[in-house]
């Protein structure tokens, strides 16, 4: 590990233990510094608290904000909730993969441009189908009219 990332670890490890934080403020903390949750820094807390590895992946896993993979610029959240879904999720999800160029074992575009993520629900069921464009929501979406959306962040 470098050194500029273990003195980056290390202030957040002082930060929180001065104010008594948990697991999840630390989580946060580093997601916020580094976009996500590397395997090397969760090893580094564990060691550094005496806190299995596994406490801290079973709050990672648990809760949908930590990422444990890099993203994307701009993160496409579609939601996948039962209205939506039978208003055209499926197909907007299909249609967003395409214009982004995403393999199926894909959620992030080479550039890193783009993550597109799927949810529950976003509790819009009055406009769906709805999808995210970071904190943009749109509403009453068409697979259309998803990619012409999209146009705006490319550039």
């Known amino acids: 590990m470098e ?10 490890y002082q930060k929180c233990e001065a104010n008594g934080d948990n697991l ?3 989580l946060q903390e580093v997601q916020h510094e580094f976009g ?17 590895a ?9 809760y949908s904000q930590f990422h444990q993979n890099p993203r994307g610029k701009n993160i496409v959240t579609v939601c996948c909730g039962t209205v939506c879904h039978v208003k055209g999720a499926p197909r907007i999800i299909a249609k967003v993969r395409e214009d982004l160029k995403l393999k199926e074992d894909q959620d992030t575009t080479r550039d890193m441009l783009f993550t597109m ?8 069921c009055s406009i769906a189908p709805v999808v995210l464009v970071n904190d943009k929501v749109l509403g009453k979406v068409s697979p259309a009219s998803m990619v012409k959306s999209l146009k705006e962040y490319k550039e």
């Open 54 to 62: 596994s406490k801290y992946y079973g709050v990672i896993t648990f």
């Open 117 to 124: 993520e799927r949810v529950n629900c976003v509790g819009a």
């Open 3 to 12: 050194k500029q990332m273990m003195e980056t670890l290390e202030g957040i």
């Open 36 to 52: 996500y949750i590397q395997e090397e820094v969760v090893n580094w807390f564990s060691e550094r608290t005496n806190i299995p």
């Open 24 to 26: 999840i403020t630390v």
